[in-house]
């Protein structure tokens, strides 16, 4: 294990007749110098090999050093740093301050060591216990790789091969597979290097993370039914999760998918005459960031029409037109975004300011149309443009915007904002419960964009903006359950047991529920050895 | 909702230019006289509206309704008991007693009372809260019917409509739409009309709960995918389980699927020496359970050859040829076992006993072949023969076992007898790690035929005895979280909240995971409302 085709001698590498890629700087267009090789088949089988040998040593492997492994990885990120947050600065057009060093940054290492936390004390194992019947289970391992794909957005907290479904899988036990995004490829080399240097302080074995660059499209599917490989996780575009998730189903792999989502936010009347120019400016300021790529960005506005609906969208419009944009993710970010403006003003949308763009770059776009507009043909008008973009209802009434909500697809969140003096009640009780099935988070008074890494936090929803409406990608202990497997133990004799299983609690704070009772004592059992 | 083409009015709806089917008596192999209509896709499409209006209205219950709904339907399937469990008995030919009538009807009946008990206390949404930063989730109904298939081995207690599944699905808080199964179609009559009188009592409407009896096969696919449709649920072949699937996944719904087991016991060799006719005399009573027709029926005996093994496989084979058959539940049962016997012996397996077999009748079978030849072809040799009929692989040595095991598909199951002095030890280390990764339930000791009613108990296991190896059929509460969302309150007033997540506990008994400790308390809230 002294040298990976996927990180070690990439110069050898792309000499031995393989291709090779390379990421772009967005501010200005260009292709950067770095070259990385294209992974054969035959590569990502030998990957699935390794990460199968060191499945079995993670299994044996005490919690302590995984959650050691975490630890120390968050702490080779931030000596590394600098380094990494000027590579994702340069591959992204993120500004690398605040957002990639002060926020992003710490973000990703918190995740880490919140998901090394969590290891340690092993509440995330939801050990249940039956000490009469002497039957006891817990999320277990699945024993082999999780395969991730991480988004091109968040180079570094959502990164495949350090974010947040990189943190959880291994938590939960399992060695990981990371395909790095084409937008942040030596962002990735980075953090991939940290990783193989904390594997090897820890002496865990470096088939426990590997990470390759690219493969070809049907290889990517291959992979993913592979049987070594045991679950996946993607972020990214609708078309591609799709195209994953079918060949995952197919072979019977849990796959967890982020897809896509509009994140509505609705302004309730009394709300807007209260503090409508405050929402314009929040609305604006939510939509902005990283040029509006982010999954929670408030993509749908829905404001009651009259003048203070026109106000509201002027305030907006002025907010969108008056401030530069910034630079997008993908050379394709324009034309993809064009892509859906065109499906967007056939529905009935009409532009109110910005709408074009090329290459790298899209003027900030609001668009606006009515309720009833909407209503007639709300799967076109829920197109994603994943940018600076936002479309504005106008609706008549807040029946009318109950109606928009119950032809909402699944979203990740949608928000609700009203007047501090009762006046919107009624209609709130109206709208929240139709939106509250069509999303992951309801949110008040609030723009979406902010997810915290809490435990109760729900980054997920029902599909399409998901794959499952059971699971969670943010928020320990749930986003580690999505890769582990339940499994009991009925009448295993006392010593053969996991520890985590035991009469005696194995950390003295792991929380189990023990004949029906959360506790973190020790059991007093019933059982007498065989 | 006063009628409904399900349940009223068959021999009406039958004449309406509908086909009909009818069951079969087992035991005499002759049609029974009772018609009971097919349904056409428009019908489906009927109950899946009534069910969309019904789970508006659940969704607006009090859990006390949905908790009294689940025990009157249990008082009500009790005070029907006797003909409940005549009509089941005739229809599968499994005994009235012990089996119908004490075990399965009381199983029953006790499930949908812990579902009941689970929806007053409230502990099983999970409740998760972080109070600093007011976010606060837990699981929710799925906001649409859960289509439920149940098997044929189980007339009452996975029932589509009064299983495990069913009382899953209610208490999450969701309307059921259950497919009878055709091996007792007056059963489930007789047990959906309990159900409506249970809706009635409690006022709750009557697209709560529907049944169908048959439908064309790719109407069940186009249903499993119907867009009003949030879930499935499907307990039988691997064959029709896999075709559902393929359609839900299609569709982006999640589907729960206990497909097949062959639920491996290895016996080692100090336990052969030790007890080598006990287990053998253990294994049979196990095996014959209602003809074999057990999901967790030992199809697969692993035993060290030599002469331990020998004796152990002819003691077992005289047990299975002294004994009288019971009758197999499906008139192609026999057929469907003389398939799988062709499968085994092409593959090497030698029959030591039985073999032959038409209609509902198959004689009891044991087969034998060796570790080398299991290894050989693990695929062939894993097949379920649904009913009295196992195969026993003599091994070598326990590294041989380790090797068997390692070459299993998923399973629900997987037991290990070793002796009592210590002998085994090093076996069992060797053993259990590659058995344990193989199967949702690892036993010591035991046959695997008995699923006790447990929240510890996991009836689940890796792909494809199951579609995902994080779930449980049996054992609430995990058993509901199947056909529940998970939703968050991020920042919501708190008179907005549900009860379950405001400050004070609804039930005083819930349990709660606030700022990271399980506690029935209230919260002492740190947030002021705006």
Known sequence: MNYSPFIDGLENEIKQHRQAIS????TTGEKLTGHYPVSTFADLE???DNARSAAGHLGESSPEIIAHFLETYADRIEANGDEICRMAALET???YEPRLKTIELARTTDQLRQAGAAVRERSWRMATIDSAANIRSMYTPLSGPVLI???NNFPLAFNAVSGGD????IAAGNPVIAKAHPGHLGTSRLLAEAAWDALNAC????GTVQMFYHCAAEDGLKLVAHLGVAAAAFTGSRAAGLALKQAADAAGKPIYLEMSSVNPVFVLPGALAERGEAIAVEFFGSCMLASGQFCTNPGLLIVPQGQRGEKFLQTAAALFKDNPSGPLLSEFGAANIQRSLSVLQEAGAEIATGGEGDGFQHANTLLRVSGEAFRADPASLQTEAFG????????????????????LEGNLTGSIYSDSQGYDDA???QLAPVLATKVGRLLNDKMPTGVAVSPAMVHGGPYPATGHPGFTAVGIPASIHRFAALRCYDNVRPHRLPPELRDENPTGEMWRLVDGRWTQENIVSKVTST
Chains 1, 2 share one sequence.
């Open 23 to 26: 990421s772009y700087n967005p």
């Open 46 to 48: 030998s990957a699935v």
């Open 93 to 95: 057009g993120l500004p």
């Open 149 to 151: 794909f991480g988004p």
């Open 166 to 169: 990189f943190a959880a899988a």
């Open 203 to 206: 002496r865990l074995p470096r």
């Open 388 to 407: 600076p973009v936002a479309l504005v209802v106008m609706t008549r009434d807040t029946q009318e915007m109950a109606a928009v909500a119950a032809s």
């Open 427 to 429: 209609a709130y009780d």
